[in-house]
């Protein structure tokens, strides 16, 4: 499976940005990760296969909303109010086989995003 992440810039604080992923096959537990300089990977939000399962990190919660579209094979990042610490490359990330929406183990990974917010 492929993924083709899209939809990152630059934004001003208390902006939006809308981050896709398309897969290029079906996919279960999908999820995007982070990736600031000089910081370590973390995982952001995640989605069950059924869409009715999700994860937020608590640094995004309220503020950020993932989606998907089964058909489409394509899951979404709505990101709002973003902030200067949102700054990062965002990473999407699928599973194959069933998981938890908590997992951080998963099978394929897109090329990541890059999202820019300025104060």
């Known amino acids: 499976v492929q993924l083709q992440a899209s939809g990152g810039g630059l934004v001003q604080a208390g902006g939006s940005l809308r981050l896709s992923c398309a897969a ?3 996919t ?3 999820g995007w990760f982070r990736q600031a300089a000089g910081r370590e990977r973390d995982l952001v939000s995640a989605i069950s296969w059924t869409g009715g399962s999700t994860y937020y990190a608590n640094s995004v919660k309220g503020r950020f909303t993932i989606s998907r579209d089964n058909a489409k094979n394509t899951v979404y990042l709505q990101m709002n109010s973003l902030k200067p610490e949102d700054t990062a490359v965002y990473y999407c990330a699928a599973r194959i086989y069933s998981g938890s929406i908590y997992t951080r183990e998963y099978d394929y990974w897109g090329q990541g995003t ?3 917010v300025s104060s």
């Open 114 to 116: 890059l999202v820019t």
């Open 24 to 26: 290029s096959g079906s």
């Open 28 to 30: 279960d537990v999908m």
